[in-house]
Every structure is written in C-alpha cells, then in structure tokens.
C-alpha cells in the first residue's frame, strides 16, 4: 500500500460536489482492473467504482447516477467525480489498481497496488 496517492476530498455540504484524484506513479495500467473503495466509521470497506478489463466502467447502486469515474492516461491518474454527495458519502476513500489481466476483485487488499485514502466528510 503506498504505490498510489490519492487527493481530494476534505469537508463537503450535502448536494454539494468534489472531485479525488489517484496518481499512479507509472502503477496504473489501463489494461488491467482500476478502482475506487470506500471505508465509513464502523463498516467494510466497499468497492464502489471500478473499470473492468474490457473497458466497462461500473459502479455500486449506493453511487450510482451521482459519482463518476474517468481517467487520464498521460498523467496516470484516476478521477472520482463526485455530485449530489449525502452524509451517508462520509468516508475514507482509497484507489487500487492490478498488474494481472483478470476480472475486477471485491477486496481491497487483493490489489497489488493501493493508495493510502482521503478523507470525505458530507455535512448535512
């Protein structure tokens, strides 16, 4: 954990937006899994965005229609666009990224490379 860097984040109004940024140090590799995890106070860290293999990007119902995720090749960097935010968004939010050619893993620490998270708070 550390090969990627995460930021963004920090305190945020409910409806408001923000947007995290994963800088991959040259570990990202876009023909392999990429993804974005949540951990909020007392639950599981949960994947909730992530792009597939075959180039499909997915993205966990709690999220969905609200976060985006992108990316940017040349700067090997993850984006996680992040609209109509809840209180319920509050979370450490970590990126990972894989170096085998396989489908997208549900565990966090499965990923050979991962960030160290940012934080987002969502006041209501």
């Known amino acids: 954990q550390g090969q990627l860097a995460e930021f963004g984040g920090g305190s945020v109004q409910s409806g408001g937006s923000t947007r995290l940024a994963c800088v991959g140090n040259g570990y990202i590799d876009n023909r392999y899994c990429r993804a974005w995890f949540r951990q909020a106070p007392g639950k599981e860290r949960e994947r909730i965005a992530w792009?597939?293999?075959?180039?499909?990007?997915m993205y966990a119902d709690s999220i969905k229609g609200r976060f985006t995720m992108s990316e940017d090749g040349m700067k090997n960097t993850l984006y996680l666009w992040m609209n109509s935010l809840k209180p319920e968004d509050t979370a450490m939010y970590y990126c990972?990224?894989?170096?085998?050619?396989?489908?997208?893993?549900?565990?966090?620490?499965?990923?050979?490379?991962r960030g160290r998270g940012t934080q987002v708070t969502v006041s209501s």
């Open positions: 990972a990224a894989d170096n085998v050619r396989r489908g997208c893993d549900w565990y966090f620490s499965r990923y050979p490379y």
């Open positions: 792009i597939e293999i075959d180039g499909r990007m």
